[in-house]
Structures are given as C-alpha cells and as structure tokens.
T-cell receptor
Framework: EDQVTQSPEALRLQEGESSSLNCSYT??????LFWYRQDPGKGPEFLFT???AGEEKEKERLKATLTKKESFLHITAPKPEDSATYLC???????????FGTGTRLKVLA | GAVVSQHPSWVICKSGTSVKIECRSL??????MFWYRQFPKQSLMLMAT?????????EQGVEKDKFLINHASLTLSTLTVTSAHPEDSSFYIC?????????????FGPGTRLTVL
C-alpha cells in the first residue's frame, strides 16, 4: 500500500538553528515527490517537485533532496517567518493523485 | 504564475441549504482539478478528481450526490455541497494541474471555510 510518513510531527527551532524534516515513502513507481508549505487557514503553497533519486532543489533557505526511500527538507538558518506546516506528497505511476503525509508543524522562535 | 483562486473564502449557511464553491486557475489552463477536505490539524483528504468536460471521479466514501462537481471549462471547477449539515463543516481546498510543462505539480487555491449551523 502506498504510504507517506513525515517526521517529526512538530519541531521548534531557535532563529538561525538549522534542521531537517523527513518524508519517508513507499509507492509503486514514484512519478514525483512534492513539498508544500501551509500557513494556518490557507491553502498549500508549492515549494518543490523532485522526480528522481539524487535530485536536489533549493529556494532561499530551503533545500529538498530525494533518495529512493525518503526526502529531506533542509532549513538553513531559519527565520520566524518560516514557521508553518510543511507537507510532503508523492505521486505514483499511472495516476495524477497525490498521497499526502500528515505534515511537520515548524515553529521558529525569535 | 500558476495561481489558483477560490470563492468564497468563507461561508456560513443554515442546515439543509446548498453551497457552491468556485475554483479558478487564473493564469493557466487546468486539465485536471482536485477537491480536498481538511479537518483541523490534519492533512488533506482527496474528495474527487475532475477533468474538463467529463464526470468527476470520487474517492471511496465520498457521496457524489452530496458533493456535486462540475468542471465546465479549462479554468473553472465548482463544488456544490447539497443539503449541507453541520458535519459538512470543514476547510475545502481545490488544486489544479496544468497542461504545459511540469504537469505533475498541483497548485492549490487558498481554501474555503464552510460552517453549517
């Protein structure tokens, strides 16, 4: 059964304290892995799409990496405005549907 | 680019009434649109997938007669919650998949908060 597990469930960081969020997945033929940021009461905001193991993408303080079993979202020197829930989703072959993880709630303290 | 809007952003209605939510892709054509439901502190639950000009495909356990979906054009999909009841209160979010490059990526709307009294 296709499944996505995110850890930790919640994370509190001091401003400037770098860390990583994990997204482990099992899927029949990975077509794509997606990272989103969601603020309270809003829809998910697209961050990255990763397609194959070894691929990396960066945007400002965020860097996403992908292996055959998991993806990491690295946050370097986070700021309070990075506080949000980060969602990971995977898409298997033969479908356009996503399977979402339950998210990591990140709080960055000033 | 890849902006998706939803209207209304919030709605309060009485039990038994119907509510329509619109989802529009503003700067791209969406071959496929998706409707999700999200409960507090939970992840997104896919309700249905809609393709322009064809009937929506509903996920298991989602009542198609209660949640009517119409994908009338490549930029507009609507979700109608019929005979709404308090248990239908939730945050409804749509997403759209484009027709050009990067077609696997879904772009999400800002969501609609539905409260049924």
């Amino acid at each position: 059964e296709d499944q996505v597990t995110q850890s930790p469930e919640a994370l509190r960081l001091q401003e400037g304290e770098s860390s990583s969020l994990n997204c482990s997945y099992t899927v029949s033929g990975l077509r794509g892995l997606f990272w989103y940021r969601q603020d309270p009461g809003k829809g998910p905001e697209f961050l990255f799409t990763l397609y194959s193991a070894g691929e990396e993408k960066e945007k400002e303080r965020l860097k996403a990496t992908l292996t055959k079993k998991e993806s990491f979202l690295h946050i370097t020197a986070p700021k309070p405005e990075d506080s949000a829930t980060y969602l990971c989703a995977v898409q298997g072959s033969g479908t356009y549907k996503y399977i979402f993880g339950t998210g990591t709630r990140l709080k960055v303290l000033a | 680019g890849a902006v998706v809007s939803q209207h209304p952003s919030w709605v309060i209605c009485k039990s038994g009434t119907s509510v329509k939510i619109e989802c529009r892709s503003l700067d791209f054509q969406a071959t496929t649109m998706f409707w999700y439901r999200q409960f507090p502190k939970q992840s997104l639950m896919l309700m249905a997938t809609s393709n322009e000009g064809s009937k929506a495909t509903y996920e298991q356990g989602v009542e198609k007669d209660k949640f009517l979906i119409n994908h009338a054009s490549l930029t507009l999909s609507t979700l109608t919650v019929t005979s709404a009841h308090p248990e239908d209160s939730s945050f409804y979010i749509c997403s759209a998949r484009g027709t050009s490059e990067n077609t696997d990526t879904q772009y999400f709307g800002p969501g609609t908060r539905l409260t049924v009294l």
